[in-house]
């Protein structure tokens, strides 16, 4: 597949870092500030995308092996490069991340009811999860419980997992040095206290940064679009949007359901553009939602606040949690969510 | 010094354990450290509390400090005091709320959702007019000050014409839905089957026969309140659309929506 659009320089929304930001880590940093500058005299005319489709890459990806990664929330972070990661020490980060745990719950920092010490950490890589050969291999941490009896080889139950990945991570790999992994993009699964604890170890032994990443109305409106615009041989989810409307002495939920058919028609019919997606063409698509219901309601959806899409690809929430559920188009939605994930981190 | 607050802050206090009442006084910091300390903390309670509402009646204590006071005592933590000094406004709202519940006798007004800015008009709200039916369309007020904030160099007409629409907006809504509380619906779902039919670009979807195929649905603890307050906040057109007033009417909140 080839090297993923990413024209725009400038952000797409929202505002831009204050320098104050940039005083976090010097050397990666400053890098990233010389690809800035040298990037900011060009600003393109409106942001486009291409429409994910399977990647060659992902042919070659086992079905099998990735599935556990399909119809399960995760939470999403965006975390700042690794410095000194190996991946031929993940072995030994197995051990010290266990042990870490282990110490933390003792302390009672985390203590559930009923928490079982017995666990059991392993990380690996998830072969296959990249969108170019460029981008470092996805890295897989799941901890889980020890089987109780002695006697049973096989492994427990899965009690959380994280997984980091850089699917077309260019504009974040070209900053940064050798020393330095880049997986921006952590999504997980399971309690939080675990989270926190894995996210402090790895904070503290690579020197680097999570921050949660939320996903404003702009990009679930994109992400919608996009994953309307996928082709499928058939959908096994309605296309639906969630509104928030913050101005009522109660809260208001508008579900707004279409049938993916529907979704595909209207989408198909706004279209212009063959294998790229734009800006007027989200737009569009957004507005003949809105003007649909308004002409039923009389309400102006755009005036309140987008908080959930959800289609046969994949669904999207504010907070930061996806579900994906389409595995040949899992790279693109990833790719999407690397571009926001390396955005915040800028 | 009201006559609410004083009992306010006479029941606060005989809440208080002796031997944390003098902790909890000067984190309330309202009466002097040099005053607390002429204070003789042995005598009997009553007389004890009797002294200390006298001392801040002297100080003309406000009901804010009745619900500081309050506030300190269900959450006596004294490590968090810069953190608490930082949510001050909430935790105020929430003893306000708490202090309330507590001094009024009507107690239809314990669910209050109280989020507005403007603490001294739901004072007002709720001490000077409790005799009346909560009227839910108050909760505009604050959009309505905040509208008329307007740029002064702007033109009177427009100004006027604002307040004229604001004012027809309230009519409207009033009329549909009257003044009374509205039942208590938690939810209407919609199937549409209708055609697309735009007025940004006629092209789109033009030569298509089918219908949309829509479900909408509506949530909310209070539907009905919620939609009354859609139009005054400027999310809805006035009148609303004829498919959600039916609701209180047709008692019903299911509905098929087909082409003519």
Known sequence: MDSYDVSESTPRQSTS??????????????????SVRKQTSFIPPSPRRKIPHCSQLQEDVDP?????????QWTLYSLTPLYKFSYSSIKEYSRLLNAFIVAEKQKGLAVEVGEDFNI?????????????????????????????LPSEDREGKVLWTGWFCCIFGDSLLETVSEDFTCLPLFLANGAESNTAII????????????????INAFNLSWMAAMWTACKMDHYVATTEFLWSVPCS?????????????????????????????TQEEVDLFMDCLYSHFHRHFKIHLSATRLVRVSTSVASAHTDGKIKILCHKYLIGVLAYLTELAIFQIE | MDETVAEFIKRTILKIRMNELLTILKAWDFLPENQLQTINFRQRKESLVQHLVRLCEEKHASLNDAALLDIICEDVDLFDMKQ??????????????????VASKHHQI?????????LESLKAIVF?????TFETHNSTTPLQERNLGLDINMDSRIIHENIAEKERVQQITQKTFGDYPQPQLEFAQYKLETKFKSDLNGSILAEREEPLRCLIKFSSPHLLEALKSLAPAGIADAPLSPLLTCIPNKRMNYFKIRDK
């Open chain 1, 17 to 34: 870092s204050r320098p104050e930001d940039y005083f976090i880590s010097a050397t990666f940093l400053q890098k990233r500030l010389e």
């Open chain 1, 64 to 72: 099998q092996k990735v599935a556990f990664l399909l119809h399960k």
């Open chain 1, 120 to 148: 059991k950490v392993i990380f690996s890589t998830l072969l296959g999860i990249k969108g170019t050969q460029k981008d470092p291999e996805a890295l897989l941490v799941q901890i889980l419980s020890k089987s109780q």
């Open chain 1, 199 to 214: 996210g402090t170890w790895f904070q503290k032994t690579f020197d680097c940064y999570f921050s949660p990443l939320a």
């Open chain 1, 249 to 277: 002495p109660q809260s208001l939920d508008i579900s707004y359901a279409i049938h993916p058919e529907d979704a595909k028609a209207l989408w198909d019919s706004v279209h212009k553009t063959p294998g790229e997606v």
């Open chain 2, 84 to 101: 608490f000094k930082n949510s001050f406004k909430k935790i105020l709202q929430r003893a306000l709320k708490n202090a309330l519940t």
């Open chain 2, 110 to 118: 314990v669910k209050m959702d109280l989020r507005s800015r403007y």
């Open chain 2, 128 to 132: 000077k007019q409790y005799n009346q």
